[in-house]
């Protein structure tokens, strides 16, 4: 018994061969024809010879309508003005007709699909022209004749064009679709870019700030300590000139990168948010209008100064996105957590939720962009981070950074 497996691909390799299907079904139209013919003893020899022309035409026509339809449409019209002039009565072998009138007009080609309408509407009328009808003798018999005569031309062509628009519609959407994605693609690198310089412009700051105090240490060094030593003092110089040397070349090499308006100068900076200030960062959300429940677990102890402002940062960027979707009367809880080998965050909010676009990889429209810095900043600590909807309703970002930054 045929599976359904088997059943697609028969239609599959139908759809591939669709000349192979309709050469199939000529061959079966040139066989009633042939029946048709024998019916006929009456007929002459060079009627039947051109019943025999007629019908071989149409085949033809019917066999390769979808590989070269504007030329079987013609063929088509040129066959049936000979049966007019040779006194070919329709019949059955003039069905393909009426699927080359579909055919051109599902098709791109809209001259030929007009013609092949109009050509659809006259076929009748020359028909009965030329083979009246002698029951049909008054007006209203011969246009109920003439229109139910044409309907099925009418029919095939609306039929076709409809087909056509179907297919130009569908073309539409996987065009916008593919751009769509290409766009998408373009603002996530866009944005990773974007993110990687925001953080190496406060990895910048976080270096700048501890190499300025290692300069002001050393020069103040340099100038008490005048009882130790000689040599003492020209190893704290050269700390000294060693770190004004490693800020400069510092300084050159991400000057770049600190072109924002309002950006420090003159060589004063201001050391970056660490885990102490996420206190002050939960108390200005709540000033805000968010509910956040803080707590901390564990011993606190001091981390190096990137894992404490990418700490910081992220329990930024979720209170931010929690305020901004989750809607009416949201809450959110953010949990520290010290264990001996690192720093675990925890931020929930009980809202409707982020839409998808947030938790996956690139986002949409400007969205997701958060959660695109987020994995790049903990990502560059050695972190690892996961994002996701709550299975209650809401979002929940889990982080865990080690104790010492990777490389």
């Known amino acids: 018994m045929p599976t359904l497996g088997d059943v697609h691909r028969l239609y599959d390799f139908l759809r591939r061969h669709p000349t192979g299907v309709d050469s199939f079904w000529a061959v079966l139209l040139l066989g009633l024809c042939a029946l048709t013919l024998s019916e006929d003893p009456t007929a002459t020899a060079l009627h039947q010879a051109g019943v025999v022309v007629v019908s071989l035409v149409m085949c033809l026509v019917l066999a390769l309508r979808r590989r070269a339809p504007v030329p079987m449409l013609l063929l088509a019209t040129a066959t049936g003005l000979a049966q007019l002039a040779f006194n070919i009565e329709g019949n059955i072998f003039d069905l393909p007709m009426l699927v080359v009138v579909y055919t051109v007009a599902s098709g791109t080609v809209r001259w030929a699909s007009w013609f092949a309408l109009v050509g659809g509407l006259l076929a009748p009328v020359l028909y009965f022209w030329r083979w009246p009808d002698p029951g049909q003798a008054d007006l209203v018999h011969t246009l109920f004749g003439l229109a139910f005569a044409a309907f099925p031309f009418l029919l095939a062509w609306v039929l076709g064009d409809r087909m056509r628009t179907r297919r130009a519609y569908w073309a539409q959407l996987e065009e916008r679709a593919t751009r769509l994605e290409k766009e998408r693609e373009q603002q996530s690198k866009m944005a990773v870019a974007a993110e990687r310089a925001r953080i190496a412009r406060e990895l910048h700051d976080v270096v700048a700030h501890n190499v300025s105090v290692m300069v002001v240490q050393a020069d103040g060094a340099a100038y008490v300590l005048d009882s130790s030593p000689e040599t003492a003092r020209q190893a704290l110089e050269t700390i000294s000139g060693t770190g004004r040397q490693a800020l400069a070349e510092m300084r050159r090499l991400l000057g770049v990168l600190r072109s924002e308006e309002g950006a420090p100068s003159g060589g004063e900076y201001v050391p ?124 929940r970002i889990s982080v865990l950074l080690p104790a010492k930054p990777g490389r």
């Open 272 to 395: 970056q948010p660490d885990v102490e200030q996420i206190e002050e960062l939960v108390e200005q959300v709540r000033g805000a209008g968010l509910p956040v429940d803080y707590k901390i677990e564990g011993s606190a102890r001091p981390l190096p100064s990137g894992v404490e402002l990418t700490a910081y940062r992220i329990v930024q960027e979720a209170l931010t996105n929690a305020r901004k979707h989750g809607g009416p009367d949201v809450g959110a809880s953010v949990r520290l957590t010290y264990f001996d080998d690192g720093l675990g965050l925890l931020v929930e909010d009980d809202g409707r939720g982020a839409q998808h676009e947030l938790y996956e990889s690139g986002g949409a429209d400007g969205m997701g962009h958060g959660l695109i810095g987020m994995r790049e900043r903990v990502g560059m600590v050695g972190g690892t981070l996961d994002a996701g909807p709550r299975p209650g309703g809401g979002f």
